[in-house]
């Protein structure tokens, strides 16, 4: 059975950082192109970032630069380190697994405010 459990998040004031982690079972992780994607309160699901078997990465505009995708693939865990943190940055943020038998597990809420 496939797993994403993500965790890490919590409530952080605007410029703080945090680090979430995903931790997978029941696929080969480190075969699996791994990306966080996130939901607004009221909005509809936002990519984040995605990190590739081979290591390279991708960032949506609005995180680039303060965001950073990881993984360890001997633990099967993918981590988003998240710093300066916005208010606009307020969020459900979920791992998914890419490929011909996409997953997605469950969320950790995210919460930037003064």
């Known amino acids: 059975e496939v797993q994403l459990v993500a965790s890490g998040g919590g409530l952080v004031h605007p410029g703080g950082s945090l680090r979430l982690s995903c931790q997978a079972s029941?696929?080969?992780?480190?075969?699996?192109?791994m990306s966080w994607v996130r939901q607004a309160p009221g909005k509809g699901l936002e990519w984040v970032s995605t990190?590739?078997?081979?290591?390279?990465?991708t960032y949506a505009a609005s995180v680039k630069g303060r965001f950073t995708i990881s993984r360890d693939n001997a633990k099967k865990t993918l981590y988003l380190q998240m710093n300066s943190l916005k208010p606009e940055d307020t969020a459900v943020y979920y791992c998914?697994?890419?490929?011909?038998?996409?997953?997605r597990g469950q969320g950790t809420q995210v919460t930037v405010s003064s």
């Open positions: 998914e697994k890419s490929g011909s038998d996409p997953f």
């Open positions: 029941g696929f080969i992780f480190s075969s699996y192109v």
């Open positions: 990190i590739y078997g081979g290591g390279s990465t």
